[in-house]
Structure formats: C-alpha cells, structure tokens
C-alpha cells in the first residue's frame, strides 16, 4: 500500500517535472520568438547586409572545377597585372574539406607588388582566405619568392547547375 | 439440567436467527436487571430453551450476550434478559481462553463488555475447519488481545549482564530451544525484561508460551485473521496492576490469593516477576466458608514450599482480593500470618459484583484492565510484532504519500491549465514572423561571427608592410613565414650586417622598437626574444654578417 502510494507520488511527480519542462521549452521558444520578432522589425536592413556580406565569403558554383578555373583565372589575371612574374596555381583537391579547397600560389615580385595583390585579392574575392604566406628571398636576386597558401570556399549551386 | 448437557454435541449456531433470542426476554422468572447469567442451577429455563428453540445441538456456542459490566466468566452460562448494549465507543476485540474454550469479547473503553461468541478448542482444532466454524461478524476483526490460563505461560531467569535487547534475545532463544526441542515455534512466542537482583547482579526474565495448546490455537486464529496482537494471561496483568499500586512489589516474593466465590487463585512472584500460580476449585455454599479458608490455607502453604524451593527465598508479603470483606481476616487468622487486603483495587469496578456470583477465567479483573492502551506484559507472535512496529511508520508513509499525492495533483491541475495559457510561438496571431524571416535570423549570428572573426584577423598585407617598416635598413630578410588562421604570427629569419657587436646591437634595438611601435595590442618583444649567431662562412668585407631568428606572435 506504502509502495502503491509512493509509485503514484513518484508517477504525479515525474508527470509534472515534464510538463514544467513541456512549459518551459514553450516560453523559451515564445521568448525567443518575441525577441526575434521584435529584433527583425528594427534591424531587418543590418541584418540582410550581414547577410549578404556572410554569403559573399562563399562562391556559388555550378562545379568544383569550373570554380576553381575561373579563381585561377581571376588570379593570374591579377597577378600579372601587378607584375608579379612565374605565378602558378596549385589546387590541393585531395586535402578539400566540405565547401573548402586549400590551394597554394607561388610567384616571385616584390613586396610592394605582392601587398596590391594581396589587397586586391581580399576586396574582389572574399571567398578566398589566406592561409599563410612563405616569402624568400634570395640575396642575389632582386625580387622574393612568395607561396601564399590560401582556402578557397565555395558553395554548390544546385539551382544552377539544374541551369 | 446443567447447560453443557445442551451444549455438548452441537454443531453450529445460526447467528441468522437471532429472531430465536426474543423468546429468552419472554421467559418469566428469570432475575436481575443488568446481567444476569442464566446460572447452570437453573437448569429448568435451559431445558425450555433447548426444547423450544432448539438451539443447542452439537458445539457449545453461545447466544449473543451483552452485559452492563464484568467479563464472561460466566459465559458457559448464558444471559438471558439483558437489554442490549449500545455501544457508543469503538469495540476491541478480545478473546480468552478458559476450560478449554475459546471466548470473544467485544470490550469499549467506557468498560463495558459484551460477550459475543465462544467456541470449544477442541471444535477449532480440525484440519481446516469449515469457514463459518467462526462467524463472519467476527472473522478478520483485530484480535486485540488473547488471554490464555496461566499456564500455558512459561518463565525462566537467567543471569543475563548485558542490556542489550538484541543479544538478551538471541540468548533466551537459545536456550528455549534447548529446553523445548519438540517445539519449534516458541522462537516466535517469547519475550524478556531485565532486572536486577542485590544491586549488583543483573537478570533477563524470560516469559513464554509453552503449551501445545497453544501452539494448536495459534494457527487456527490466524487462518480466520484473529492472529491476537498481544497475548497474555491473568497473572501477568495482575501483576502490571499490583506494581502500580504497590511500590515494594518489586522486592523479594510476594503472593496474591483471588478469592472468588466458586474459585480461589494463587499467584507469586518473585522480584516484581511471576513465577506461578495456582488454581483452586472451592466448594461453593454447599460448605461452611471455613472449609474453603482451610482448603486456600492447606494450597497456600504447599505453594509456599514450593516458592521456597524455586526462588530459594520465602514470601515476605500476602495480598489478598475477595468477593466478601471478611475474608482477609478469616483467611489471616487461618493461616497464622498477615494478608494484606487489596480489594480496594477492586472497588468500584463493576466487575466484583458479577464475579462474586460466578468464578471466572480473570477473576475480578474488569474488562478496562484490558483494552489496548493499558500496559502490561504481553507477547506477541514475533513477525506480527515487527509488522505491528512498522504500523505507524507504514502509517506515515502513506500520510505522507497520500498529502504530496493531493498536493502533486493540485499542481498537475494548475499545471495543465497554464500550459493551456501559454501559446506556442506559431499560433501567436498579429505582425508574425514568416519562416523565411526567422531562418535568416538564425543564421543572423553565424553570420555575425564569421564576419567579427574575419575583422579581427590581422590583414596579411599590412603585416608584410608593417614588418617591412620595422626593419633596419642593414637588416635583410631571407626567410619569413606569415601565418594568418590557426596560429597567428611572423617566423622571420634575416641578417644583419654590423661593423661590430655594439653596432648590431644598436640594429637590434632599433628593430625591436620598431616592432613594438608597429605592432601594438601584443606582448612587448624584446632582446631575448631574437636568436642569433655570427654568420662564420661570409668573406670578411665590410663588416660582419649575424643571422638572427624570431618569432612574432600576432
């Protein structure tokens, strides 16, 4: 009887400890949405700046491949322009993470000219980060021998390839 | 005709037809008011009865009586003409045993009584007996107590030091059933006090119930739930009565005659403990009262002898309780010694008056000596008595349960109507959120991080510039790794040509300031930071070439 009492107690007890969970959960949830709600009506223009500035760090692209040739495209491009001389691109497709792929340029210039395209780089393509940069220089040549590893992100555009 | 001639031979008494008892309120000349007992003398009254309601046919069962005051003693006799109590308190139920009977009494604590059922043992001690063997207003009632004749009740002392109940147990277990092999069930039915004898030495009395009988009776009771919750007899409620009265009882040994009208009763104790007693059927009005005053005094002092020889000590004090005044001085100058009367315990119990008609099982006892409050020793079947222990713990659990179960539910109802009132996100009505909206608000944060992330990394062009600015102008880079994610930071090899030690380190100097100014917001670099080492293979012209190699953290 004891046991059958208690059981029941333990039972109640254990029901209720749910529903101030249950209950708890549902005003957390409302808080949150009142809270959203009320962040949204006065910084919807912020927020879909930092939007659109947080997706600019990724390039959709329809394949790997043709993202990774237009960046070296756009890159050699750049490079050249600045006069950065033996500019090579070295994808490292193997080492690719999800919607990442490590590649490594080498070119030779100075460092002047290195620095326009590292800041060229950064405003015309903010799906590129850099990784590191190795410079060397050799006392007998006039420019530096630069390797800047660099992670390219991409995002695969469904809709676009469907396209 | 005496009644057992009647009652000898029935088999069953059909409690349904208590239509049959008016007749006895129509019998004429029967006396008493109150309760009155139909005598076995008048033996007439109960061959009309038998002849006419033909009641008595093969067990001895009793009409049910009801009785103003007194226990049943008398109830192998029956009431007749007694109007029926109203019980206004709670009945407890008793039974007793007396002559190989088995009685049920119900008992209220204003001290009234109200016998209800008798039974002969022997009816009761078949291989199961039939379920109506015992009435169904009486089956599965709380036996409260059982009173059993003195001696079915054993005692023993023995020389016991310790005081702890535990091991004093264990030890008159023991030696119960060295004493009693054949019965096993005595383990479950004893019990002990301690006391202490000439100050020093220390003693467990050991009381427990020792008659097959019993043993016998026990289990029948249980298999109709009447398991007695304390079982004692006579001796030992007498006892409890008399100690409360008189301080000395607990010293030495000590007698207490019961003179009742049919009966006399002998009981001694020794230490405040009972030892034994006797019981001794006395003549009635057929002879002078004299007789029966030689006859207790003869019994008394073979009693007496036989106390010397058990408790190696005498008697030191007589008491006395009897239903005439007179009989403390007769029975004192009988037996050339001093009786002390106690028949002022007795006085004003209804009790004496009833039984100095009849002789009974418990004498002058009155039914409130036996309701459940009253102390006295007692035994009980030893499992019973642990469940009887854990009653009022039991007790409170499920108060307790019962109260956190009402309260738990209160809280359930409050609850559930409160989560009633508490709408989910989506069924909140007005200027909503679409799901659109919400989704770009969760990914509003992930955003935001990324981007402070990003803002705090150090550009790795102003790194390069900010290096370049720092350098002296005879400081020559030759190897520099920047890293800009994982592990923030410059490891620079270069060389630094001086025309000699104080010249390079006046070129350190200067590039260690340079770096601290350039790169505020970090941890001061300073000379120990740099490595160094002369560069051995250079040709010695225009000074001397160092390799130096640091690490800058960002």
């Not at chain 2, 008398?74 to 139920?93: C, G």
């Not at chain 2, 004093?168 to 004893?190: G, M, N, S, T, W």
Request: aromatic fraction near 10%.
């Amino acid at each position: 009887m004891v046991g059958l009492v208690w059981v029941g107690v333990l039972m109640i007890d254990l029901w209720n400890i749910e529903k101030i969970d249950q209950i708890r959960d549902i005003r957390t949830q409302r808080e949150i949405f009142l809270r959203d709600q009320q962040f949204w009506n006065n910084n919807a223009k912020n927020i879909s700046q930092i939007l659109q500035r947080y997706s600019s760090f990724t390039q959709n692209v329809e394949s790997l491949k043709l993202g990774l040739l237009q960046l070296e495209n756009d890159l050699k491009a750049n490079a050249l322009s600045l006069g950065l001389k033996e500019v090579k691109f070295i994808s490292q497709t193997e080492m690719a993470g999800e919607g990442r792929v490590p590649i490594k340029l080498v070119f030779n210039g100075t460092f002047k000219a290195a620095s326009q395209w590292l800041d060229k780089l950064q405003e015309d393509l903010p799906c590129v980060g850099i990784q590191n940069i190795k410079v060397s220089l050799d006392p007998l040549a006039e420019q530096a021998k630069f390797q800047v590893s660099i992670n390219y992100r991409y995002n695969l555009s469904l809709a676009e390839s469907a396209v | 005709m005496p009644i057992r001639g009647f009652i000898k031979g029935t088999d069953k008494f059909p409690i349904q037809k208590c239509a049959i008892f008016c007749k006895f309120k129509e019998i004429k000349g029967l006396r008493g008011g109150v309760l009155l007992y139909a005598a076995q003398a008048i033996s007439p009254i109960d061959a009309e009865i038998a002849e006419k309601g033909h009641l008595w046919t093969e067990t001895r069962y009793l009409v049910p009586v009801y009785g103003r005051t007194g226990l049943l003693f008398s109830l192998r006799n029956r009431i007749l003409d007694t109007p029926k109590m109203k019980f206004t308190h709670q009945n407890y139920l008793i039974s007793i045993v007396d002559d190989e009977t088995l009685y049920f009494v119900e008992i209220n604590s204003r001290g009234e009584s109200n016998a209800v059922y008798s039974i002969a043992l022997e009816a009761l001690f078949v291989s199961d007996p039939p379920a109506d063997t015992i009435p169904a207003s009486i089956r599965d009632r709380k036996n409260t107590l059982l009173i059993v004749p003195d001696y079915w009740l054993g005692n023993s002392s023995y020389k016991f030091q310790s005081r702890k109940k535990s091991l004093a147990d264990a030890f008159v277990a023991r030696k119960l059933h060295e004493q009693f092999p054949d019965q096993p069930e005595i383990k479950y039915f004893f019990d002990g006090t301690f006391y202490q004898r000439e100050q020093t030495e220390k003693w467990v009395y050991a009381y427990f119930l020792q008659d097959p009988q019993f043993f016998q009776l026990h289990p029948q009771l249980a298999h109709f739930n009447l398991q007695p919750h304390r079982i004692t007899c006579p001796a030992l409620i007498w006892q409890q009565k008399i100690r409360q009265e008189i301080p000395e009882f607990d010293s030495g040994g000590k007698g207490f005659v019961q003179l009742l009208p049919k009966m006399g009763l002998l009981y001694f104790f020794f230490e405040g403990n009972f030892l034994f007693s006797r019981k001794i059927p006395l003549a009635g009005a057929q002879l002078q009262p004299s007789d029966n005053y030689d006859a207790i005094a003869y019994e008394l002092n073979q009693s007496l002898y036989l106390f010397s020889q058990k408790a190696k000590t005498e008697i030191d004090k007589l008491y006395l309780v009897s239903h005439e005044a007179e009989s403390g001085r007769a029975l004192s100058e009988v037996l050339g010694r001093e009786i002390h009367d106690l028949n002022y315990l007795i006085n004003g119990s209804n009790a004496l008056q009833n039984s100095a008609t009849e002789t009974g099982a418990i004498g002058f006892l009155s039914p409130s000596d036996l309701l459940p409050g009253k102390s006295f020793l007692s035994l009980c079947h030893r499992v019973l008595k642990k469940e009887l222990e854990w009653k009022p713990v039991q007790f409170a659990g499920i108060a307790v349960g019962l109260i956190l179960f009402f309260l738990l539910g209160i809280e359930t109802i409050v609850l559930h109507k409160w989560s009633h009132q508490i709408q989910l996100p989506r069924s909140i009505g007005g200027n909503s959120l679409t799901v659109e909206e919400s989704h770009e608000i969760q990914q509003y944060n992930e955003a935001l991080d990324a981007i402070l992330n990003e803002l705090e990394r150090r550009s790795p062009q102003e790194v390069l510039r900010k290096i370049a600015q720092s350098l002296p102008p005879n400081v020559r880079i030759q190897e520099m790794v920047l890293e800009t994610e994982d592990n923030p930071g410059v490891d620079l090899k270069g060389a630094v040509r001086a025309d000699d030690p104080e010249h390079f380190k006046a070129c350190l100097s200067t590039l260690i300031a340079n770096i601290n100014e350039n790169f505020q917001g970090r941890r001061m670099m300073t000379a120990s930071d740099i490595d160094f080492e002369v560069n051995q293979n250079q040709p010695s012209q225009g000074g001397q070439d160092y390799l130096i190699n640091f690490r800058l953290d960002l």
